[in-house]
């Protein structure tokens, strides 16, 4: 069965630099979260979308913007990275708005140097 | 503010063994509780999940208990296998359609680490 693709797993900046990480839901899912997990912390909400419009935001950055696009694919823009930025970054999906259960993503580690 | 809290960042357990998995909350707005398993380089999978309106859910080796009155839950895992050695994580979820309720964003605990060892 399909999965929620994101891309790239792994990357690397430095500081002040952009940084842009892809996610790709499971077909027909239509609501899009983006998490965000630091050493040894737990997954913090950043935002989330439900067709293609922002349904609801956490403790995202002002730095951080996100989007939903007409295929339902979600990008997050990072930009002035910061060293606190590095984290693993999960994009999560799920159908009919959100009520009936998460599929998460690999994941993608970003280290910002 | 912690809203979801798992106080055991570790359990070592006997193969064979019960695992019980502890969670604790503090907001009465959540109706929904996930248990999600993650190891290492990959995403979290969901696990096994309760609605608030009850007290108990199984599913094969795994059940989940829910206290409310507490604001207590905790997932047991028997037989405990080494396969069941990973990251366990507790999440919550808001009620739909109250004042400050959000759509779908759920709240995580840090995080227990199961160990299972033969």
């Known amino acids: 069965a399909a999965g929620v693709i994101q891309s790239p797993r792994h990357l690397i900046k430095e500081k002040r630099e952009t940084a842009t990480l892809k996610c790709y839901p499971i077909p027909r899912h239509d609501t899009v979260y983006w998490y965000q997990q630091g050493p040894g912390q737990d997954p913090q909400f950043l935002i989330s979308?439900?067709?293609?419009?922002?349904?609801d935001k956490g403790s995202i950055p002002d730095r951080f913007s996100a989007q939903q696009f007409s295929d339902y694919h979600s990008e997050l823009n990072m930009s002035s990275l910061e060293l606190g930025d590095s984290a693993l970054y999960f994009c999560?999906?799920?159908?009919?708005?959100?009520?009936?259960?998460?599929?998460f993503g690999s994941g993608t580690r970003l280290t910002v140097v | 503010d912690q809203q979801v809290k798992q106080n055991s960042p570790s359990l070592s357990v006997q193969e064979g063994r019960i695992s019980i998995l502890n969670c604790d909350y503090t907001n009465s707005m959540f109706d929904y509780f996930l248990w999600y398993k993650k190891y290492p380089a990959e995403g979290p999978t969901f696990l096994i999940s309760?609605?608030?309106?009850?007290d108990k859910n199984e599913d094969g080796r795994f059940t989940v208990f829910l206290n409310k009155s507490a604001k207590h839950l905790s997932l047991h895992i028997v037989p405990s296998q080494p396969g069941d050695s990973a990251v366990y994580f507790c999440?919550?979820?808001?009620?739909?359609?109250?004042?400050?309720?959000?759509?779908?964003?759920?709240?995580f605990g840090r995080g227990t680490q199961l160990t299972v060892w033969p």
């Open positions: 979308f439900y067709e293609k419009m922002q349904s």
């Open positions: 999440a919550a979820r808001a009620r739909r359609g109250d004042r400050g309720s959000t759509l779908g964003r759920l709240y």
């Open positions: 999560a999906s799920s159908p009919m708005g959100g009520w009936y259960g998460y599929t």
């Open positions: 309760i609605s608030s309106i009850k």
